[in-house]
């Protein structure tokens, strides 16, 4: 080895052990804070998008029931929802099964339904039984809807988000933050 080649290697140099060390705490500290945001700003969010996605099926409802002239519900369980056609033919309700946007969904795990038509509560099934497949909430042909109160909620967290649906199809939010 030439003297050249010895001082390369001299003047050549890495991380030390305690440098790595803190790069590594650092990185650690982040993504314990990222894992702790997305895991509280994650359920929220959850929240939102299913409130979103229930008041797009109920606006889409009203629609349909208006453009078609026919009748129209939303059948509530404690974690679902279906959506139901009136027809005329057979006299009774039938799922709508055909379109993407009106079909039968769950809500995630965590989340349940509380519903007052007329100031009362109503008592939720846990899931729907084929002999009773009434919907609870109605839009009608005419344009007229039935008067709601449907709430979102997170179980013993104090999260709730409630929908308030008047006779004329109006739709408001209201919005509960736990104390």
Do not use: N
Request: charged fraction near 25%; aromatic fraction near 6%; glycine fraction near 10%.
């Amino acid at each position: 080895m030439t003297i050249a080649a010895i001082r390369l290697r001299g003047d050549q140099r890495g991380f030390t052990l305690i440098e790595i060390l803190v790069v590594v705490v650092i990185i650690a500290i982040l993504a314990a804070v990222a894992a702790l945001a997305v895991g509280v700003l994650g359920d929220d969010r959850e929240m939102e998008i299913e409130t979103e996605r229930l008041i797009d099926t109920i606006a889409l409802l009203q629609e349909q029931a208006q453009l078609e002239g026919r009748d129209y519900g939303l059948r509530i369980e404690g974690a679902g929802y279906e959506c139901l056609r009136f027809d005329g033919f057979e006299q009774r309700w039938a799922e709508v099964s055909e379109d993407q946007w009106l079909r039968r969904r769950q809500l995630p795990p965590g989340l349940a339904f509380e519903l007052e038509i007329e100031g009362r509560r109503v008592l939720l099934r846990k899931a729907a039984s084929l002999e009773s497949s009434i919907p609870q909430l109605m839009a009608y042909g005419s344009g007229d809807a039935t008067p709601y109160r449907l709430a979102l909620v997170r179980p013993g967290t104090g999260q709730r988000v409630t929908v308030i649906g008047g006779a004329d199809g109006t739709i408001e939010i209201e919005r509960h933050e736990p104390q």
